[in-house]
């Protein structure tokens, strides 16, 4: 789950990070009060959860009140649903420098990534100029030591004054990184004002989903979807991406529904929706199949080959599902793993074709698609 | 003598009284995977399909033998009962369980390591060597997928590799050990870790993997081949070529992100290296068969 800036930053906040004033606003009338609070000149931040803000407009320095009520308008009014915006105050910005934490799955440790040129794209230049960045790995089974900061903040060709004001941002960073079981906490830019201050300029802060039974400071909402169809699935615990082409996926496994996702390419089709109904959700053919019916695709594709997610019970489901749903669109199946032959059985049973072949079942629903006979 | 898994293999099952435990050890069983024991707490003195249950894995090692765990344990307490097992001396571990915490699974991860012990999993479907041993639930009663042969294969997905076995058996192959590392973006172990081990293996000839976006274990894969550690023929599946950057593809570790984790960038390492590479599932025992006869008739890597 990946946190809003102004999220990001209440929990910098709160472990001691120093941040610009802020404040939230979620309409335009709230922009008087926001503006007085935090001053002239301000900058007004979209909060939405893409990255290249700056680029699309979505960040504006502002000098008036004035200029602030024009922005904020756009802002609000632009084809980005942005539903907040935070209000803060500009920073006399003398130097930026680019902070993070993250996960090394090969070392298997904590990973502290730090870089004197901040405000960049981080995994650009980790191409173009690797020897500019700063890693430091720490083992989280021992924690983050103080050498591990002083490591970090010497490295950076601070002069003393400003590493040691960056020595407890890092400790702090890292705390955050533990105490939200985040994939990643992210500081870029680390701003140096020219006033001699370090205040972090924005905030990332991404909570591992896995972990959402013991993080429950931040609920997911329907705020941190695309759109409504996949907070629905996801309410449902399915996994579900938009696409917007014309097969609707009804797959069972990441890897065989990403495989299915490649091969419909290949064959010239596009995808509406990506739809995992296997492992734990393989019961729920009604609810995968309701919400693949919700896009505006041509065919529905299911394809599975499970083992605990029995062939026969999905067939079964599927079958119910087409009794119930009364799909307006044709469903191509290919159901296969433990049962399969009880699957075909039912499926035969619906009128159902089963197919057998992965790459076969993908071209019939391909050219169902592109208008092909339908079988 | 195939690897991770064999006859001869103790092995403890931790959770044994749960639903899927009790279940999935009935089939290793039957299918003749040597359980001596296994461990639920509270549970002592039962037995599930007349093996002993004990309180503790400490109680049970000092009972029994035990060469590796098996663990049916729900995400939240995996971290607990790998690092029980590898308190116990156990060098062996599969975890199945998807949704281990990231942060659980790096220290699972450092502590085996620590331990010089391999831990196989989260998010995936064990390890089995057909015909012999299994630890972990797989169809093997599926003949057309799961059939003994001489192809070792390595995987970070269960559907899919019954998908891509199916087609290296429809060729006309079997499989020497199946290893499934997982989905997860910190799996226990690595493709390149158990790499060694495939290369000792005198009952494998090949060995497929199948991978997917993210990561970059198939990038560590090609370095294995180029620095001369694995030296036997390889092909690799690959999902998620057509995927598109920023979205999680199913699996927790199925990302582009950091500027790695590209299929292309895979596909580009594993060909340099002199890894085929198929692109569908179909083409897999192609493959296979290319390499494989490559070896035999002129001594070429593949």
Redesign the interface.
């Known amino acids: 789950m990946k946190l809003f800036e102004y999220q990001a930053k209440e929990v910098f906040k709160e472990a001691g990070i120093p941040i610009p004033e802020g404040h939230l606003i979620n309409e335009l009338s709230q922009l008087d009060d926001a503006v007085r609070q935090v001053g002239l000149p301000c900058v007004l931040k979209s909060q939405v959860l893409q990255g290249g803000r700056g680029k699309a407009g979505l960040i504006q320095l502002v000098e008036t009140l004035d200029e602030a009520k024009d922005k904020a308008e756009e802002i609000f009014n632009s084809a980005y649903h942005v539903k907040q915006i935070l209000v803060e105050r500009a920073v006399n910005i003398e130097k930026e420098l680019y902070l993070s934490v993250?996960?090394d799955?090969?070392d298997?440790?904590?990973l502290i990534i730090a870089c004197e040129e901040g405000g960049i794209d981080i995994?650009?230049l980790?191409?173009t100029s690797p020897e500019k960045i700063i890693k430091e790995p720490i083992?989280?089974?021992l924690g983050i030591q103080g050498f591990n900061s002083r490591n970090i903040a010497y490295n950076l060709g601070l002069d003393t004054p400003y590493a040691k004001q960056v020595i407890p941002i890092v400790q702090k960073l890292y705390t955050v990184f533990?105490k939200y079981?985040a994939?990643l906490v992210e500081i870029n830019p680390l701003f140096i004002t020219q006033e001699g201050h370090v205040v972090a300029g924005d905030g990332k802060l991404i909570i591992?989903?896995?972990?959402s039974?013991?993080q429950t400071t931040y609920e997911k909402t329907s705020a941190y979807y695309d759109n409504e169809v996949e907070y629905e699935a996801a309410l449902e615990g399915i996994?579900y991406?938009q696409f917007d082409g014309d097969i609707s996926l009804m797959c069972?496994?990441?890897?065989?529904?990403?495989?299915v996702?490649?091969?419909i390419?290949?064959a010239g089709g596009t995808v509406a929706n990506?739809l995992?109904f296997?492992?734990?959700n393989y019961r729920k053919a009604e609810k995968a199949m309701s919400l693949c019916l919700k896009n505006e695709s041509k065919v529905i594709l299911i394809v599975?080959?499970?083992?605990?997610?029995r062939a026969d019970v999905m067939a079964e489901g599927v079958v119910n599902a087409i009794a119930k749903l009364k799909p307006d669109r044709p469903i191509v199946a290919c159901i296969?793993?433990?049962n399969?032959e009880k699957a075909v059985e039912l499926l035969q049973e619906a009128g159902l074709e089963c197919l057998f072949d992965?790459?076969e079942a993908v071209q019939r629903a391909v050219e169902i698609a592109q208008g092909g006979m339908v079988s | 003598m195939s690897i991770f898994i064999e006859r001869s293999t103790k092995v403890l099952i931790q959770g044994i009284t749960g639903k899927?435990g009790s279940y999935w050890t009935k089939h290793m069983k039957e299918m003749g995977t040597q359980i001596v024991a296994g461990v639920t707490p509270g549970k002592a003195g039962q037995q599930v399909e007349s093996i002993p249950v004990f309180n503790t894995v400490r109680q049970a090692v000092n009972t029994y033998d035990v060469d590796a765990s098996m663990l049916f344990v729900p995400?939240?307490f995996t971290k607990d009962a790998v690092l029980e097992a590898l308190d116990s001396g156990v060098k062996k571990i599969v975890t199945v369980a998807?949704?281990?915490?990231?942060?659980d699974?790096?220290?699972i991860?450092?502590?085996a390591?620590k331990a010089g012990a391999y831990v196989v999993g989260g998010n995936t479907?064990g390890v089995i060597s057909p015909g012999k041993a299994m630890m972990g639930?797989?169809?093997y009663?599926?003949k057309r997928v799961y059939k003994p042969g001489r192809i070792g294969i390595m995987?970070?997905?269960?559907?899919?590799?019954?998908?891509v076995t199916?087609m290296v058996v429809k060729t006309g192959y079997g499989v020497s050990t199946l290893i499934g590392v997982g989905?997860d973006?910190?799996?226990g172990t690595?493709f390149a870790e158990m790499l060694p081990f495939y290369q000792a293996d005198e009952e494998t000839d090949a060995v497929v993997i199948?991978g997917?976006?993210g990561?970059?274990m198939e990038e560590?894969v090609a370095e294995a081949i180029q620095n001369g550690t694995f030296t036997k023929p390889l092909v690799a599946f690959l999902?998620?070529?057509?995927?598109p950057k920023g979205?999680r593809?199913?699996?927790?570790g199925?990302i582009v992100s950091?500027?790695k984790g590209s299929v292309e960038d895979k596909i580009k390492a594993l060909e340099s290296a002199g890894a085929l590479v198929a692109?569908?599932?179909?083409l897999v025992g192609q493959l296979l068969n290319r390499c494989i006869k490559e070896e035999r008739f002129d001594d070429k890597r593949c």
Not at chain 1, 208 to 211: E, I, P, S
Not at chain 1, 252 to 259: P, Y
Not at chain 1, 304 to 309: E, K, L, N, R, V
Not at chain 2, 249 to 252: K, L, R, S, V
């Open positions: 993250t996960v799955p090969v298997s440790k904590a995994e650009a980790a191409v083992d989280i089974n533990r079981d994939e591992d989903d896995n972990a039974y013991r996994p991406i069972a496994g990441a890897g065989l529904t990403t495989t996702y490649d091969l390419h290949y990506y995992e296997g492992g734990p599975t080959f499970g083992t605990i997610a296969r793993g433990t399969e992965t790459e | 899927e995400p939240r998807d949704g281990i915490p990231l942060h699974a790096i220290q991860r450092q502590e390591k479907s639930f797989f169809p009663w599926i995987t970070r997905s269960g559907s899919l590799t019954n998908e199916a989905g973006p910190v799996p690595r199948i997917e976006l990561g970059t560590e999902g998620g070529r057509t995927a979205k593809m199913g699996h927790a199925a950091g500027g692109k569908k599932p179909s």
